[in-house]
Structure formats: C-alpha cells, structure tokens
C-alpha cells in the first residue's frame, strides 16, 4: 500500500530550474527519512539530496550544494526537490526513496532504501 510516485521532471535549457514531486501514498510522511538519487544510462545510481525524518534537516551530495533543495509538505504528501542552475550533466532519471531503516539520514547506499518510485526523467539540453 506504501506507494511513492515522482512528477516533474522535463526538457529545460542549461542554466534553467526544475520541481520534482515525489507523491506519497499510504502512508503519514511526518516521521520518514527520504532521499533523491539520480541514474544516467550506463552510470550507477547516485545520491542526490536526503530529508530527515526525525527532524527535517536536509543534507546534500558535495556537487548539488547550492544548485538543488529538498523540502517536504506533510499536509500535500509529498516531498520536492527544486534544481537550479541546472547543467546538461544532471541529465537522468531521478528517483525518490524511503528508508525504514532509520529516521535519520543515512546516506547514499541504495540498498538502504526500501521503497522507491518509478523515477521521472530530467533532461538538460540546448
């Protein structure tokens, strides 16, 4: 019954800006940990940004800091990730994901995330 499902991903010219919706289903969002990763075709699955359930505080991978912000909306359900100055390097399928595991943030290790959404593709491109 636990769903995550992510919106909002698109064409956009270098240097533009984009709001993915990871929509939460099934659940209270209040009190769970969740992370952005990212994939490009032929790259491993990479951490982006994570919220902490316990607290909201938000951490960042070295190369988004400044560029990209998670943010959640318990009363909508769902958590965001705003991406600024985009570059045609952040090209890929970006993924939402929830770890029961911890209410912290435990990292970029897929494997600790349970649940995960379909993924919506970001495209960066002149």
């Known amino acids: 019954q636990l769903q995550l499902v992510e919106s909002g991903g698109g064409l956009v010219q270098p240097g533009g800006s984009l709001r993915l919706s990871c929509k939460a289903s099934?659940?209270?969002?209040?009190?769970?940990?969740f992370a952005w990763f990212r994939q490009a075709p032929g790259k491993e699955r990479e951490g982006v940004s994570c919220i902490s359930g316990v607290d909201d505080l938000t951490y960042y991978a070295d190369s988004f800091k400044g560029r990209f912000a998670i943010s959640r909306d318990s009363a909508a359900s769902t958590v965001y990730l705003q991406m600024n100055s985009l570059k045609p390097e952040d090209t890929a399928v970006y993924y939402c994901a929830l770890t029961t595991g911890t209410n912290f943030c435990p990292g970029y290790v897929p494997t600790l995330y349970d649940y995960w959404g379909q993924g919506t593709q970001v495209t960066v491109s002149s």
């Open positions: 099934g659940f209270t969002i209040n009190y769970h940990t």
